[in-house]
């Protein structure tokens, strides 16, 4: 974040000079050589001059060194054009140093990694860094759509809401399409992307926002009473504004004191120092969202290495030094290329040694901007004149030999190669031409509110420093320094270092914090200049907001601070207002004749600073978009070459492909045909299981399903029907009764979860009176379904000799613990959900894999298939069994042809319910099977039943296709399907309508049961 404001500049120090260059001058120099660095200044700075660094900027080769950002490294190498703006594509040069910038937006890198709307100002360089300029066509000097600015007049606040209502038939035919395409800046890459995120927390006492003194101040200060403190710094380096300029420390140059502070700071281990970390929220519980660049300033990260890493920070107290941020003043011709915020000359300066003009003009209506002039004179370059809106010298600068001129800036001369002079205008109206290249203005500081608003405060005006104060902080938060409102280099320091030791006292550190660090306690005076009258002023940079749109939308009733936001889009560019809504606010108080205060401000919500979805997703995309569950067989099935599908968090196996099958349905059809003619089996762990014990079992499962279990004979299994308490159909699954006081449960995969939930519900706080017992068994078991004719034979080879598997041994619905061949013992389940001789067989989840080779061994000499959930599902809609497609949350029991198991003799959930009219209407759409008048058409899920000859429309829909496969066994397409009145149409003939892919064909209702419908396969 913007670091906070420093002492005067103060000491000796030799001037510098430029690097020379005789092809450049003060214009941007199409033929100077690449890597000359024309505007370098050759000492000084904190650059690595031994470490240069290749980049290009829009393809042409440049040459920086290690420690430039692209911004500063663009201003070396005489850069004043590098980009357009939204709206009206006027030529924009850079603006600002730091996180506020709107006008240096580039896209960085290519290919997959191509990230648009990227800050030059914050973007490290590093070697073979590759920018191209944005939102121009077909070059940046060369910009076609700079025509938009013949059209401002037209173009003015709040156009879009008025030019494109009529005729309406081309909203959608032109006017959506033109506006789609103008949108936006950069453009996304539109590929995968490469790297990876990280998502991690940390925990502290203090947390430290900033580097700037305050913040290093507040950071010495608590680690030194062995508080836990974290200091977040978004820069590469610690220090703030104490990067950027020059003073003196507790007697000591700025750079030796700041030296000094990161050396013991580094040697607190109870700090942690985290560089490249912008914290972008704050949330409750004292939990603070940080965004750390990990890996943003090289090309591509190393191996193993994540890009970008999120970060929740939970703090017991939180020191915010976010410092200020720099005001423009709002005056004709502000946005030409070569004016830039006088804090941000000084900053490519003394940080960057990088001289942005040849002659440096500054405009101001405050002391702080005399310090840029003071730099640029200090470094060898020319100051072609101050502009003091005042009039006055600042006591401090009136030993400088500088041209002071009363009066305001009223035009700036220049293009697309940046500012070639400007004129001034007193307060007698009278004007001169004042020759330059680089104008820096000054319009007073903004504290940075931005961290203190996210929890609803809302920031108060102080009228000394022309600027909104942070109100009310959350809990556990103080803002400090210039954040605070505080501007001087003793206030900032006084202030950190109070915050951090009461901070580390109140989170119970008893150490000593030392002494306070001494600075310069100057002052800080400002007149405010909220705008100069005369050609276009711009209010909002990237935006093209104007001061006439503010009074556009004043005069058009837009008065509310949110009003004028949304209307003439003032702040809702990427910077979000940081420097723009202050100069917007002003003059929205002025054209209602309102001050600033009763005006009022919006208030920032996050994120402060842009978040890439990536790192809010972190790991959690592709196949690590949510937590996997394998089943206990997955190792195996994957071994196998199976293709598996996520049923919900699980990984469950799809179909096992064989060579020369050259589609899924081939496959499907294959396993189909080998239950169906022989043996096959399917891991069906994922089902949900519960144990439930005690001697009200048998009274609790009553209550809970539509048909009664306490009847139910042990060793024996019932399939059974849940509703919910509004009568609809909540699940389904077999229980199985091992005991007197023991069933064993199974719900659906999908619902495994929640139909525990309910249970305990029920359990905990409807029938708390009922000795019962419930443990969640999903995981402990590996269970597998075996069907087929030669199921038996199968498990004859599996089991024990002396195990009876006959129909009168082991009859259907039938369950018991068996041994098996080797001494271990299994639960076996006379079940069949495919319709064929099937049993399900358990064992202890670990033992699942080798349950799986073991039933291939069993089954070698009946040639045995594992089969997946497709294959389940094909045999589960030939027999006409209902699942989820069907449980869809709107059926009954009824519905579902199992309206006879609702049990007459006893109550239970939703029988009440149930009973409603519309849920026992003779109209209601109930299951019914479906198949194609041609069979050689395909049915698609989700296809409409609608009546032969009707329109298709709300009023002739009767109904949908809930489930849709292909039958090996009758050699076409047959579904499911919900439709009113279906068991009274049998045999009718109607369309199934799918709008989506324009499919319209004749299909006729059946019964449900497509293969075998006595039954008799299943019971052997």
């Excluded at 005399?370 to 004149?385: I, L, S």
């Excluded at 905990?764 to 087929?788: H, K, N, R």
Aim: net charge neutral; with cysteine.
């Amino acid at each position: 974040m913007s670091g906070t404001r420093t002492g005067r500049i103060s000491g000796d120090a030799a001037p510098l000079a430029f690097n020379e260059n005789p092809a450049a001058d003060s214009r941007q120099s199409r033929s100077a050589p690449a890597g000359t660095q024309s505007h370098r200044l050759s000492s000084g700075g904190q650059i690595d001059r031994k470490h240069p660094l290749g980049f290009t900027f829009d393809g042409k080769k440049m040459v920086g060194f290690a420690g430039d950002t692209l911004a500063s490294a663009l201003v070396a190498n005489g850069v004043k054009l590098v980009g357009r703006s939204f709206k009206y594509h006027r030529p924009r040069g850079i603006l600002t140093a730091g996180a506020e910038e709107p006008n240096a937006l580039v896209e960085l890198r290519g290919g997959a990694r191509r990230e648009p709307n990227t800050r030059a100002t914050t973007a490290e360089l590093y070697d073979g860094l590759a920018a191209q300029s944005q939102n121009r066509w077909p070059s940046l000097r060369h910009d076609v759509m700079a025509v938009n600015s013949l059209f401002s007049p037209i173009f003015v606040a709040g156009f879009y809401y008025k030019t494109f209502m009529w005729p309406a038939k081309l909203w959608e035919k032109l006017y959506e399409p033109a506006i789609r395409r103008a949108a936006g800046l950069g453009k996304a890459s539109g590929e995968a992307d490469p790297d990876h995120y990280e998502k991690a927390w940390a925990h502290c006492d203090v947390l430290v926002v900033g580097s700037g003194p305050a913040g290093l101040a507040a950071a010495l200060a608590a680690g030194r009473t062995g508080a836990r403190v974290i200091l977040a710094e978004e820069d590469s380096r610690l220090g703030g504004r104490l990067l950027s300029e020059t003073g003196e420390i507790d007697g000591k140059p700025v750079a030796e004191w700041l030296a000094d502070a990161q050396r013991e700071i580094a040697g607190l281990t109870n700090i942690r120092i985290m560089t490249r970390t912008a914290v972008f929220g704050v949330y409750d519980g004292g939990t603070y969202g940080a965004l750390e660049r990990v890996n943003d300033h090289v090309a591509v990260p190393p191996a193993h290495q994540p890009r970008q890493r999120l970060w929740r920070i939970v703090a017991k107290h939180a020191v915010v030094a976010a410092g200020a941020i720099e005001r423009p003043l709002v005056f004709p011709g502000n946005d030409r290329p070569g004016v830039m915020m006088a804090s941000a000359v000084r900053s490519y300066i003394n940080r960057f040694a990088a001289m942005p003009g040849r002659q440096v003009a500054l405009f101001t209506n405050n002391d702080d901007g005399w310090r840029t002039a003071e730099a640029v004179q200090r470094a060898g370059g020319a100051v072609a004149g101050v502009i003091d809106s005042r009039g006055v010298v600042p006591e401090g600068y009136r030993g400088l030999n500088l041209r002071l001129l009363s009066g305001v800036v009223s035009e700036v001369n220049g293009g697309v190669d940046g500012v070639r002079g400007i004129v001034v205008r007193d307060g007698g109206g009278r004007t001169q031409q004042i020759e330059a290249d680089c104008l820096a203005m000054s319009g007073g500081w903004n504290p940075n509110v931005a961290l203190s608003s996210f929890q609803r405060g809302r920031p108060a005006w102080r009228d000394d420093i022309a600027a909104f104060v942070p109100g009310q902080c959350p809990p556990g938060m103080v803002m400090v320094g210039a954040a605070g409102g505080d501007f001087s280099l003793a206030a900032c320091l006084r202030e950190g270092h109070a915050a951090g030791a009461v901070a580390a006292k109140d989170c119970g550190s008893k150490g000593m914090a030392g002494e306070v660090p001494r600075g310069d306690d100057e002052g800080f005076a400002i007149k405010p200049l909220w705008h100069v009258e005369g050609g276009k002023a711009f209010v909002d940079f990237q935006h093209d907001v104007t001061a006439s749109d503010v009074k556009l939308a004043q005069r058009e009733g837009f008065e509310s601070v949110e009003h004028l936001k949304r209307y003439t889009t003032l702040g809702m560019a990427t910077d979000q207002g940081k420097l723009s809504n202050v100069n917007g606010l002003a003059l929205m108080a002025e054209a209602t004749g309102r001050d600033i205060a009763d005006t009022g401000t919006t208030i920032y919500r996050p994120p402060y600073a842009p978040v890439a979805i990536g790192a809010l997703a972190g790991h959690h995309r592709d196949e690590n978009f949510h937590a996997w569950r394998l089943t206990p067989s997955h190792h195996w099935a994957a071994a196998r070459g199976a293709v598996f599908v996520d049923t919900g968090l699980w990984k469950r196996a799809q179909w096992y492909p064989v060579a020369g099958e050259k589609d899924w349905l081939e496959s499907v059809t294959r396993e189909v045909l080998a239950v169906r003619n022989g043996v096959g089996f399917c891991d069906v762990s994922t089902l949900g299981k519960v144990d439930v014990r005690g001697p009200d079992a048998g009274t609790f499962l009553d209550r809970l399903y539509i048909n009664t279990f306490s009847s139910l004979a042990v060793g024996k299994a019932r399939y059974g029907l849940m509703l919910r308490e509004d009568g609809l159909v909540y699940d389904d699954g077999t229980t199985s009764r091992l005991a007197e006081d023991h069933y064993f449960l199974t719900t659906t995969t999908a619902k495994a979860g929640p139909a525990m939930q309910h249970l305990e519900f029920c359990r905990q706080v409807l029938w708390p009176e009922l000795d019962v017992q419930l443990t969640s068994v999903t995981d402990q078991w590996a269970q597998f379904s075996i069907a087929g004719p030669n199921t038996r034979d199968l498990l004859k080879n599996l089991c024990d000799p002396s195990e009876d598997l006959s129909n009168e041994g082991f009859p259907f619905m039938g369950v018991r613990e068996v041994a098996l061949r080797g001494g271990m013992r299994a639960r076996l389940y006379r079940i069949s959900f495919s319709g064929e001789m099937a049993f399900e067989i358990g064992v202890p989840a670990r033992y699942g894999e080798a349950m799986a080779e073991n039933l291939m061994r069993a089954g070698a000499e009946f040639d045995v298939t594992p089969y997946g959930t497709e294959a389940l599902g094909v045999m589960r809609i030939e027999k006409g069994h209902v699942a989820g497609p069907e449980l869809s949350g709107t059926t009954t029991a009824d519905d579902l042809g199992l309206g006879k198991m609702m049990s007459k003799k006893k109550d239970y959930i939703g029988r009440a319910m149930a009973g409603r009219e519309a849920l026992i209407a003779p109209d209601r759409q109930v299951v019914v099977g479906i198949k194609p008048v041609n069979k050689a058409n395909r049915l698609r899920s989700g296809a409409h039943i609608i009546p032969k000859g009707a329109a298709p429309g709300p009023d002739t829909d009767q109904g949908y296709l809930t489930s849709v496969c292909y039958s090996p066994m009758l050699g076409h397409w047959i579904a499911l399907a919900l439709v009113e009145r279906g068991r009274e149409r049998h045999g009718e003939i109607v369309r199934a309508y799918d709008p989506l892919r324009g499919e319209d064909m004749e299909v006729e209702i059946t019964s449900p049961v497509f293969y075998d419908p006595e039954g008799g396969r299943q019971r052997g």
